[in-house]
């Protein structure tokens, strides 16, 4: 059986989290690209979401996570009671979210659906893999919002597709190696290929945000229906 070992040290992150809404039950906020979700278990990865925030609120815990380099929406419970509720709502599937990305390359068909497992790997740590066999079943789908052309430093048209993902399930690196899969990777994405084509080597984060979530308030029984704009 293979040991994971985990090197990875967080950089500093010096942006601030966005409170976007707070009641006595929730909180959602913006959370910025390069800071962890949750505190790592070396003491050079102790800055995150919750360390950040439990100082504001104390007792309030994390229903769901982002990647290191995604930024965007999160729900954040303050008490369990709320907790378990939005977790439920997460495990039954009823909570919607959306992400924008900017994919390398330009997508041949405007809208498609990512049907392939997902499975962990110990001796590919990090990195997770499609595969049928061992895979727990994740699917995505995407529409295409536009395809569009960057300009570089050296003149060369570096090819870019603007999308929307929206995660029917909700694997560890779903939509970046779904998208890998694709044959598209997110710009950015260090995992999965999202570095490789000439000129995305000095892309500054990962292009991916979470820009909607939708769940039904645990306590007034009313839809949220947050926004948050992509900020690339």
């Not at 039950?25 to 995150?48: A, T």
């Not at 498609?112 to 990195?127: C, E, N, T, Y």
């Not at 727990?136 to 919002?145: E, F, H, L, N, T």
Request: with cysteine; hydrophobic share 35%; charged share 20%.
């Amino acid at each position: 059986m293979s040991t994971i070992i985990d090197n990875f040290i967080a950089p500093p992150c010096y942006d601030e989290i966005e409170i976007l809404y707070q009641d006595e039950h929730l909180v959602l906020i913006n959370k910025p690209s390069g800071l962890l979700s949750l505190s790592g278990k070396n003491p050079q990865n102790l800055d995150s979401v919750h360390h950040r925030l439990v100082k504001i609120f104390p007792g309030c815990t994390l229903i769901h996570r982002l990647d290191f380099g995604t930024s965007g929406l999160m729900v954040i419970a303050r008490n369990k009671t709320i907790n378990a509720a939005l977790c439920q709502q997460f495990s039954q599937r009823t909570v919607t979210k959306v992400y924008s990305a900017l994919l390398c390359g330009h997508l041949e068909n405007d809208e498609g659906v990512i049907d392939a497992a997902i499975a962990k790997d110990p001796a590919l740590f990090p990195l997770m893999s499609i595969c049928e066999i061992h895979g727990k079943p994740a699917r995505s789908r995407y529409r295409v919002v536009e395809r569009f052309y960057k300009g570089l430093d050296d003149g060369t048209r570096l090819p870019l597709t603007r999308v929307e993902l929206t995660p029917e399930t909700g694997r560890t690196h779903q939509l970046r190696i779904h998208c890998q899969h694709l044959g598209h990777p997110i710009l950015g994405c260090d995992l999965y290929g999202g570095l490789l084509l000439p000129g995305t080597e000095k892309t500054p984060r990962l292009m991916l945000h979470a820009s909607e979530l939708d769940f039904v308030h645990p306590v007034s029984g009313e839809w949220v229906k947050a926004r948050n704009a992509s900020p690339f």
